[in-house]
């Protein structure tokens, strides 16, 4: 692969995805998109280039744009994030929904699906909230990872990290080799796919967003972007859980970390936006830290 093909798949996938590779990561875009090129017929990454160029590439595109993107994740991933869902962020909204009896929940980059999944786990075994109505919205911009999640299908070493077995028995059945998570649990996770670096509106408003090591591949630019459009998707008492390497700090004003809560973000009563300025408001203490 030549340096110009090199550079060229760095803009097509930052342009795409926001993916954002160094100079030195040529291997793992090597490694990544040969097997791709040899089962479109290419013999090289330049010929898959020479593809990518053509005018009607748009399917191969998005191939590329899955191959690339990282699907890291398993279930209860981290455990922190899912310690603060349950201890900080349900008993806060519990009290502040407790007439609308309704939380919706977004996982935005949600992979395979095994975050969304866990989320749904631990709200069922939340006896307090059997009656309420909880909508959670998974997004992913990889078709094929979105396609695994709805169905739900895990194998079984995808099945040993991070699943307690007590989960295990509780809401899998075992079909052949691999596990599937129960219908009722499938049922309480709406996937679509989604870019982050396009328009997300339309998705609504949410009370809890799950947005966790997906910023990092981000260049400053698109994280300052992505950040704010989430603030404006995130109700006035929302909260906002990022992974452990991620921040809102030099990024944004619109949220604020909840104290000794490493991870957790509120959104920030003190800040709202007008145009591209952060506009001071009067300060006002909010359920989650009150």
């Known amino acids: 692969m030549t340096p110009t093909d090199y550079d060229f798949l760095r803009k097509l996938l930052r342009d795409r995805s926001g993916l954002v590779l160094s100079a030195e990561k040529q291997y793992l875009v090597e490694s990544r998109l040969l097997p791709l090129a040899r089962k479109n017929g290419a013999a090289t990454l330049s010929e898959l280039v020479r593809q990518l160029r053509g005018t009607k590439a748009e399917p191969l595109i998005a191939d ?127 996937f679509r796919e989604l870019n982050l670096l396009r328009n997300f509106s339309s998705l609504g408003t949410f009370d809890v967003v799950f947005c966790r090591n997906v910023l990092i591949y981000f260049d400053h630019e698109t994280k300052v972007d992505v950040l704010e459009r989430i603030a404006r998707s995130t109700v006035a008492d929302g909260f906002l859980l990022l992974g452990a390497a991620e921040t809102v700090i030099g990024l944004s004003d619109r949220f604020r970390p909840v104290p000794d809560r490493r991870g957790l973000y509120a959104l920030n009563p003190a800040a709202t936006n007008h145009g591209n300025n952060i506009i001071p408001l009067a300060p006002r203490v909010s359920a989650a830290t009150a």
């Not at 909204?93 to 395979?112: D, F, G, N, P, V």
């Not at 709805?150 to 007590?166: D, N, V």
């Open 64 to 190: 590329v744009v899955d191959a690339m993107t990282t699907n890291e994740t398993f279930f209860f991933r981290d455990k922190i994030p899912f310690d603060h869902f349950r201890d900080t962020i349900i008993p806060s909204l519990a009290e502040a929904r407790a007439k609308q009896r309704h939380i919706r929940i977004w996982c935005a980059a949600c992979s395979t699906g095994q975050e969304p999944y866990s989320l749904a786990i631990g709200l069922r075994e939340m006896a307090k909230l059997m009656d309420w109505r909880i909508d959670i919205v998974a997004t992913d911009i990889a078709r094929n990872v979105i396609e695994r999640a709805r169905a739900g299908i895990y194998s079984h070493f995808e099945i040993q990290r991070g699943l307690p077995i007590t989960l295990l028995v509780k809401y899998f059945t075992q079909v052949g080799e691999s596990w599937q998570i129960d219908r009722s649990i499938r049922d309480m996770v709406k």
